[in-house]
């Protein structure tokens, strides 16, 4: 490893060489100019840089300080590219000035691009998985459901796969659902029951349950383990929905004049080209004019805001909308005459038991919701024209995420800055086929209307 250099911002390479070259790059700042006479002191700050863009972002923040930059750099016998590193330059302190290095005007950014960084190394990466961990069931289902989901990290490891660590999680879960079994059942309404049971009893001995999954591991096919996981999980989303028949929290008091949604539902989207054109076939298939979307709208985090999503669509007003596309969204049209309500901000926060209202999370913080935007397809309101406050009555958008746009720990910018109420869970693969001017040719509730309550009837 070479040593250290200890000379103010000197760079042994252009621009151009760091492109080209894979670097492990270390920076560790320090600052020796006193901000003020009462806190005169050294301040010492050690952070690593993702790539060369998101060492521009955080140069482009740093003025009127001493500087020394301590460079330690690995390259890998200088034929691999750069790769991803983890984390752009944690800003310090609010600068509104990049630093005047010659050379540099053209990778300078605007301040106003923050830097996050996470905390939590497993934020969910699908829609599925988001969905499944908002589910407030039982505290057993859950202990089964965490760890069985850290297999699927161990699936991930690229050489030797810790079969060993894997069965353990399986026997673990094994043991709770035994154990607890009674528990279990008994938080599942009683008119539920009977349906409880029977998937109670696939999860343990049916085919995809735990008992099939354990043989999948010891025969040590990853392939097999990660089938028979998914079905087990699926299991697991089962029994938990029965055991949350509807909301875990009570609404404020002023908020009971919104629809709302007291669970989960589905909405069925059917999309036509603006310009009579075709989507690309599915697999065997032929080209189509019109594809189909499925959301599944989540309650469970977002009553308020999956309750108006929900209504709006039972009235038609997505109906012939037409779509846009902006950077990583496709976005409905403002639709103001649509009659919808201005719903508040709506976002339930990791480890918390009901959602804050027209309140932000700070990432930065470590604040993270149940349901990440940080998924590729996850379905937010806009906000209010009037009010960031509040989101659009009417206005909704798929968030295309693109790890190569996010900060550190792949968390979106906007991370927690807007109300995610779903995901598409069927027809992803259209979503970046999606055109401006193409159109929402209808839009259907086909599940859940039942636990869609309308302000007349609360």
Known sequence: MASPLSSPLTLPFSPSTLKRHFISTQFSLGFSQPRTQETARSLHLKVQCKSARDCRKGLAHWHDFSTTLYL?????????????????IILLVQISSPLPFSGWESWLISPANAVLYSPDTKVPRTGELALRRAIPANTNMKAIQSSLEDISYLLRIPQRKPYGTMESNVKKALKIASDEKDSILASIPADLREKGTTSYASLIDGKGGLQELLKCIKDQDPDKVSVGLASSLDTVAELELLQAPGLSFLLPEQYLKYPRLTGRGTVELTIERGDGSTFSPEAGGQPRKAATIQITVDGYSAPLTAGNFAKL??????????????????????????????????????????????????????ELPVLPLSVYGAV???????????????QFFFYLYDKRNAGLGGISFDEGQFSVFGYTTVGREILPQIKSGDVIRSAKLIEGQDRLVLPNES
């Open 72 to 88: 330690s750099t690995t390259f890998e016998n200088g034929r691999k590219k750069l790769e991803s590193l983890i984390a752009p």
């Open 313 to 366: 669509v039972i009235d038609g007003a997505y109906d012939g909308a037409r779509l846009s596309c902006a950077n990583q969204a496709v976005i409905t049209e403002s639709g103001l005459d649509k009659n919808g309500y201005s719903v508040p901000l709506e976002i339930m926060p990791s480890g918390q038991f009901e959602p804050l209202y027209r309140t932000t999370l700070s990432v930065q913080d470590g």
């Open 380 to 394: 937010a309101m806009a906000h209010n024209e009037g009010s960031e406050d509040y989101s659009s009555p009417y």
